[in-house]
């Protein structure tokens, strides 16, 4: 299958700061890319849809000057959690599907854990 | 209602049992369906993907999708303690703009 390459893997930052975490599709394009949180043993929460050279669609309650995702290229969306508090703790998944084929399956990161300390 | 139900278990059989997973859903406009393998901390693997009504098979797992019972199935043959995960079903549509809908996700404990 297609692979997504999600980095870092892991980060720890202090409350306050910024982190920005990176979603490549490797061997595709993508002109529209999703950015997922999951809480422990709970399933995907679909926080917004990337699309490549427009503006994020954020889902109801996703605040989007707090979750700045940009997708510039066909290729790479990258999420920026802005003044990061430890609510905003958790493990953020980003998924991609072919715009080259008509299938709608998507691909997934290996996701990013996020810890504000 | 939930557009996707998924009973979250978790589901635990011995070494070789078949597995069977289910998904209800809503929403008659979904035309496509996946299930994922999703292990801790890591994020989803797609397993299986189908179009429509029917039976697909690859390896040990089989998916089904009965669209006219709004019902879908992963069965898991010769169930694997490596098996062990939580599993996703998930459906998507083109209808009013892109859409893909997740459930909760099935825990899977497979003993050894």
């Known amino acids: 299958g297609a692979v997504v390459s999600q980095h870092p893997s892991w980060v720890i930052c202090k409350s306050g700061t910024s982190v920005k975490i990176e979603c490549r599709s490797l061997?595709?394009?993508?002109?529209?890319m999703f950015w997922y949180r999951q809480f422990p043993k709970q399933s995907l929460m679909l926080m917004a849809t990337s699309n490549e050279g427009s503006k994020a669609t954020y889902e109801q309650g996703v605040e989007k000057d707090k979750f700045l995702i940009n997708h510039a290229s066909l290729t790479l969306s990258t999420l920026t959690v802005t003044s990061a508090h430890p609510e905003d703790s958790s493990f953020y998944i980003c998924?991609?599907?072919?715009?080259?084929?008509?299938?709608?399956?998507?691909?997934f990161g290996q996701g990013t854990r996020l810890t504000v300390v | 209602q939930k557009e996707v139900e998924q009973d979250p278990g978790p589901l635990s059989v011995p070494e070789g049992a078949i597995v069977s997973l289910n998904c209800t859903y809503s929403n008659s406009a979904f035309q496509y369906f996946m299930w994922y393998r999703q292990y801790s901390r890591k994020g989803p693997e797609l397993l299986m993907y189908?179009?429509?009504?029917g039976n697909k098979e690859d390896g040990r797992f089989t998916a089904q999708v009965d669209k006219s019972s709004k019902y879908i199935s992963l069965f898991i043959r010769d169930s694997q303690p490596s098996d062990s995960a939580t599993y996703l079903c998930?459906?998507?549509?083109?209808?009013?703009?892109?859409?893909?809908?997740f459930g909760a996700g099935t825990r899977l404990f497979v003993k050894a």
């Open positions: 998924s991609a599907r072919d715009s080259g084929t008509a299938n709608t399956e998507a691909f």
């Open positions: 998930a459906m998507s549509s083109w209808t009013g703009g892109f859409k893909t809908i």
């Open positions: 061997d595709f394009q993508a002109t529209t």
């Open positions: 189908t179009y429509s009504s």
